[in-house]
T-cell receptor
């Protein structure tokens, strides 16, 4: 149980284009999903918290107009990187949980390379 | 949010117990300690969590000191597949109950 999937697993795009990453909870309903970013040899950095049916809460320093998050259902959240640039190349990881006091379960990650 | 401190790296012989320490001296009374591990190029995998009492599951044991200022994750019989970065996280007890990841310990299990 508690499986989270991400799609795609890796994506290469040209600078200036937008990329959408999907995060799905496969066997549970996730009231909250989180999006993290990880650069090589660094730890995970929380980007935003997304609650089903409401606007995402972004961490300080994360541009909400650049990283669009939608959590339209209890099993799906999407992260869209708009007008991607090479510095946005990173490993993007989502997590999901049933309730605030519950454990977060992480997806396998999406590797984004912007050329 | 309580901050955690872990040694950057550790080695362990295959078949031996791996003991990974974590300091969380600013933890507050109702904040939980969580452990995850991340194998290269994958998402973090949940291992175990606890509040006050020691905990054990099929993967590991978690020992939390009485004052809760530190904890130790124990992998009883380390295998090569346990080579990973291990993160100790203190989960906030209010607001979004979010995780703040520290730098983790890179455990290398040696044959």
């Amino acid at each position: 149980g508690a499986v989270v999937s991400q799609h795609p697993s890796r994506v290469i795009c040209k600078s200036g284009t937008s990329v959408k990453i999907e995060c799905r909870s496969l066997d549970f309903q996730a009231t909250t999903m989180f999006w993290y970013r990880q650069f090589p040899k660094q730890s995970l950095m929380l980007m935003a918290t997304s609650n089903e049916g409401s606007k995402a809460t972004y961490e300080q320093g994360v541009e909400k107009d650049k990283f669009l998050i939608n959590h339209a259902s209890l099993t799906l959240s999407t992260l869209t990187v708009t007008s991607a640039h090479p510095e946005d190349s990173s490993f993007y990881i989502c997590s999901a949980r049933v309730a605030p006091w519950e454990t977060q379960y992480f997806g396998p990650g999406t590797r984004l390379l912007v050329l | 949010d309580a901050k955690t401190t872990q040694p950057p790296s550790m080695d362990c012989a295959e078949g031996r117990a791996a003991n990974l320490p974590c300091n969380h001296s600013t933890i507050s009374g109702n904040e939980y300690v969580y452990w995850y591990r991340q194998i290269h190029s994958q998402g973090p995998q949940y291992i175990i969590h606890g509040l006050k009492n020691n905990e054990t599951n099929e993967m590991a044991s978690l020992i939390i000191t009485e004052d809760r200022k530190s904890s130790t994750l124990i992998l009883p019989h380390a295998t090569l597949r346990d080579t990973a970065v291990y993160y100790c996280i203190v989960r906030s007890s209010s607001g979004t109950y979010k995780y703040i990841f520290g730098t983790g310990t890179r455990l290398k299990v040696l044959a």
